[in-house]
């Protein structure tokens, strides 16, 4: 097979609250034969909230981070779901309106930058599924993780809506009965759960906003995933992440039931199947301990 | 061999009568369905070949008066649009048949929508303006300026959006999507004089947009593509271009990733926290912050990673920023 190469749009939390994100793509890219450039250069992508704000700034901004993996001539990688969607979204609104796209361009050339709309962009775990194939990760798994059964919660962003994430993907991803992640934790020999709140929303983006209606959802997310005896959960998103590993006192003050569960990054699951090791993947950095390592 | 045009389906459909049940039942049908046949006529077969009592609303048949929306499987649908080898393919082949919201549930799928209709009223959704009592000729409105409704005008009403909007369903007084693309459509009107009182109305904290957890369930669920949240993100923009934004939590939240990403590039987490919340409610961040610190997730402010080539964004930030906070 031809070796697989992205540019990877880090994102902001892989370099400060999630540490471990950033350790556990490394490790898995460098198993998997995976080469990611590492776009340096790239910003915030406004994480759904900038362009609140300031719409035409948050698509300029974003309109750079893309320029930036055009000029590397490669599909753009994010391990983030708010910025897939953020990204994507920008340049699914370039493509449809030329207006648009040259006024974006117009800023863009003030510092030397085009935004042409040749690079696509794509979740790291859809480049998994799409381009380097679950039956190969299968084959390559050392530890299967058959002793757990494991939550997969998908992430917003990720999945809706679905006419835009669908652009990219070769697997067609509904987003009401999503198997992405299903599929992913099958082929690391893990038991997949099922539970209504898979597809549903973490709350993080409202956090500071509504905090109540946030640590509901956050709640009943990971109570959802319990009652389906669920050992950990995992997801593709690290603000997910953030929310389930980090806030599950308020989400169980709110709901009115202890609620905490371990959750790993996809990453971190894909790299303990192909037999990293904890350290390699971070997995010291969680606030709900992995009890299970 | 041709396409399959009929196969079995078994329907687990939602019963309640408020009148005479303590609790909701499920009533289980397994038809043969063909092809052709949407809900609307399979709920119509259930009805007129299996039990009379059953309830649902219909009228138009079209897709446009909006009543006959229901949920299959947890999607919100319009029963008389949505083919059921459709939802075969993406559920299987047991369906189950639910009002948009069984809490709400006054007999099977008739639900009170008097929450949807008094969020909707609350944004005075209709156009209002000076106009002469005996106008000499049409008010006409151009192609573009039509365009600036965004299609939010295709709503119709039906609740899909609104009934599954999981913001609504914690927080009561959340107005919700549905009602946010009314406020939008009349305010984006260039015949309308209430655009401001509208903003102040959606400008309001709980119950106006700022409490929108952006999980864009509203724009998968409309079946008009209405895509409310578009329309959401309208009014954020509009408030501040108004220049009506309050200095408050949800405010300064969307302002400070302009401020972070000026500064570094990429987001100061710790910062937007501190900016957003103010010094004295950052305090209450203390606790969850100090456990992160603890197992490496909080960079202090002197380790701030930054972008490459920052001064790109910032020329970037200086002459594509369209508004002032």
Same mark, same amino acid.
């Given at each position: 097979?031809?070796?697989?190469?992205?540019?990877?749009?880090?994102?902001?939390?892989?370099? @400060?609250?999630?540490?471990e994100?950033? +350790?556990?793509?490394?490790?898995?890219a460098?198993?998997?034969?995976?080469?990611?450039?590492?776009?340096?250069?790239?910003?915030?992508? !406004?994480?759904?909230?900038?362009?609140?704000?300031?719409?035409?700034?948050?698509?300029?901004?974003n309109?750079? &981070?893309?320029?930036y993996?055009?000029?590397?001539?490669?599909?753009?990688?994010?391990?983030? $779901?708010?910025?897939?969607?953020?990204?994507?979204?920008?340049?699914?609104?370039?493509?449809?309106?030329?207006?648009?796209?040259?006024?974006?361009?117009?800023?863009?050339?003030?510092? !030397?930058?085009?935004?042409?709309? #040749?690079?696509?962009?794509?979740?790291?775990?859809?480049a998994?599924?799409?381009d380097? !194939?679950?039956?190969?990760?299968?084959? +390559?798994?050392?530890?299967?993780?058959?002793?757990? &059964? %494991?939550?997969?919660f998908?992430?917003?962003?990720?999945?809706?809506?679905?006419?835009?994430?669908n652009?990219?993907?070769?697997?067609?991803?509904?987003? /009401?009965?999503? #198997?992405s992640?299903?599929?992913?934790?099958?082929?690391?020999?893990?038991?997949?759960?099922?539970?209504?709140? =898979?597809?549903?929303?973490?709350?993080?983006?409202?956090?500071?906003?509504?905090?109540?209606?946030?640590?509901?959802?956050?709640? &009943?997310?990971v109570?959802?995933?319990?009652?389906?005896?669920?050992?950990?959960?995992?997801?593709?998103?690290?603000?997910?992440?953030?929310?389930?590993?980090?806030?599950?006192?308020?989400?169980?003050?709110?709901?009115?039931?202890?609620?905490?569960?371990?959750?790993?990054?996809?990453?971190?699951?894909?790299?303990?199947?192909?037999?990293?090791?904890?350290?390699?993947?971070?997995?010291?950095?969680?606030?709900? =301990?992995?009890?299970? %390592? | +061999?041709?396409?399959? #045009?009929?196969? =079995?389906?078994?329907?687990?459909?939602?019963?309640?009568?408020?009148?005479?049940?303590?609790?909701? /039942?499920? $009533?289980?049908?397994?038809?043969?369905?063909?092809h052709?046949?949407?809900v609307?006529?399979?709920? $119509?077969?259930?009805?007129?070949?299996?039990?009379?009592?059953?309830?649902?609303?219909?009228s138009?048949?079209?897709?446009?008066?909006?009543?006959?929306?229901?949920?299959?499987?947890?999607?919100?649908?319009?029963?008389?649009?949505?083919?059921?080898?459709?939802?075969?393919?993406?559920?299987?082949?047991?369906?189950?048949?639910?009002?948009?919201?069984?809490?709400?549930?006054?007999?099977?799928?008739?639900?009170?929508?008097?929450?949807?209709?008094?969020?909707?009223?609350?944004?005075?959704?209709?156009?209002?303006?000076?106009? @002469?009592?005996?106008?000499?000729?049409?008010?006409?409105?151009?192609?573009?300026d039509?365009?600036?409704?965004?299609?939010?005008?295709y709503?119709?009403?039906?609740?899909?959006?609104?009934?599954?909007?999981?913001?609504?369903?914690?927080?009561?007084?959340?107005? !919700?999507?549905?009602?946010?693309?009314?406020? /939008?459509?009349?305010?984006?009107?260039?015949?309308?004089?209430?655009?401001?009182?509208?903003?102040?109305?959606? $400008?309001?904290?709980a119950?106006?947009?700022?409490?929108?957890?952006?999980?864009m369930?509203?724009?998968?669920?409309?079946?008009?593509?209405?895509n409310?949240?578009?329309?959401?993100?309208?009014l954020?923009?509009?408030?501040?271009?108004?220049?009506?934004?309050?200095? &408050?939590?949800?405010?300064?939240?969307?302002?400070?990733?302009?401020?972070?990403?000026?500064?570094?590039?990429?987001?100061?987490?710790?910062?937007?926290?501190?900016?957003?919340?103010?010094?004295?409610?950052v305090?209450?961040?203390?606790?969850?912050?100090?456990?992160?610190? #603890?197992?490496?997730?909080? %960079?202090?402010?002197?380790?701030?990673?930054?972008?490459?080539?920052?001064?790109?964004?910032?020329?970037?930030?200086?002459?594509?920023?369209?508004?002032?906070?």
């Amino acid at each position: 097979m031809k070796e697989l190469k992205y540019a990877l749009f880090t994102g902001c939390t892989a370099k @400060e609250s999630t540490p471990e994100q950033m +350790m556990s793509t490394l490790a898995v890219a460098k198993k998997l034969g995976i080469e990611l450039i590492e776009l340096t250069e790239a910003s915030c992508c !406004g994480a759904s909230h900038l362009q609140d704000y300031d719409d035409f700034l948050s698509l300029v901004l974003n309109a750079r &981070n893309i320029a930036y993996a055009e000029m590397h001539g490669l599909t753009m990688v994010t391990i983030c $779901n708010t910025c897939q969607l953020n990204t994507a979204m920008t340049k699914h609104r370039l493509d449809q309106n030329a207006a648009l796209k040259a006024k974006v361009n117009e800023k863009l050339a003030e510092v !030397g930058l085009e935004y042409k709309g #040749t690079s696509l962009i794509t979740h790291f775990l859809y480049a998994i599924i799409d381009d380097f !194939g679950l039956d190969k990760i299968k084959e +390559m798994v050392v530890k299967p993780l058959s002793q757990f &059964n %494991i939550a997969p919660f998908y992430g917003c962003h990720n999945i809706r809506p679905s006419e835009l994430q669908n652009e990219t993907h070769k697997g067609h991803e509904n987003p /009401y009965t999503p #198997t992405s992640l299903d599929d992913l934790i099958i082929a690391c020999g893990g038991k997949n759960v099922d539970y209504v709140e =898979k597809n549903k929303c973490c709350g993080f983006h409202a956090e500071l906003q509504a905090p109540h209606t946030a640590a509901v959802l956050t709640g &009943n997310a990971v109570a959802g995933a319990m009652d389906a005896n669920a050992d950990w959960m995992v997801t593709p998103c690290p603000l997910c992440h953030l929310k389930l590993d980090t806030q599950t006192h308020h989400a169980s003050v709110a709901i009115g039931r202890d609620v905490s569960l371990p959750v790993l990054h996809m990453q971190q699951m894909i790299g303990l199947a192909l037999g990293c090791t904890p350290a390699e993947l971070g997995l010291n950095h969680h606030v709900t =301990k992995v009890n299970f %390592i | +061999m041709d396409a399959l #045009t009929s196969q =079995k389906v078994t329907f687990k459909v939602f019963r309640f009568n408020e009148e005479t049940d303590y609790l909701p /039942y499920y $009533n289980t049908y397994t038809l043969d369905v063909t092809h052709e046949e949407v809900v609307l006529d399979i709920l $119509n077969r259930i009805k007129w070949d299996h039990d009379g009592s059953l309830s649902y609303r219909r009228s138009c048949r079209h897709g446009i008066c909006g009543v006959c929306s229901i949920k299959v499987n947890g999607k919100a649908i319009l029963a008389c649009k949505s083919r059921l080898f459709d939802l075969v393919n993406v559920f299987g082949t047991e369906l189950v048949i639910e009002p948009l919201s069984t809490k709400r549930a006054i007999k099977d799928l008739i639900i009170d929508k008097k929450d949807f209709w008094d969020k909707h009223a609350e944004v005075k959704p209709f156009l209002t303006g000076e106009i @002469e009592e005996t106008p000499q000729s049409e008010h006409l409105v151009s192609p573009h300026d039509a365009e600036k409704l965004l299609e939010a005008d295709y709503c119709i009403q039906c609740g899909a959006c609104h009934y599954s909007c999981p913001a609504l369903a914690i927080n009561e007084q959340f107005i !919700g999507p549905a009602a946010f693309a009314a406020a /939008y459509r009349f305010s984006a009107d260039v015949r309308d004089e209430s655009a401001l009182e509208r903003l102040h109305i959606v $400008n309001e904290e709980a119950s106006g947009v700022w409490d929108c957890v952006k999980c864009m369930e509203c724009a998968e669920a409309c079946p008009k593509d209405v895509n409310p949240i578009e329309k959401i993100t309208k009014l954020h923009n509009m408030i501040f271009e108004a220049n009506i934004a309050k200095n &408050n939590v949800a405010t300064r939240h969307a302002v400070g990733f302009a401020h972070s990403i000026a500064k570094h590039g990429l987001l100061d987490e710790g910062e937007l926290v501190r900016y957003s919340e103010g010094n004295f409610g950052v305090l209450k961040h203390v606790p969850v912050a100090l456990k992160m610190f #603890t197992k490496g997730k909080i %960079i202090l402010p002197w380790n701030m990673p930054k972008s490459d080539k920052l001064d790109e964004i910032q020329k970037l930030i200086k002459s594509s920023s369209t508004v002032k906070f």
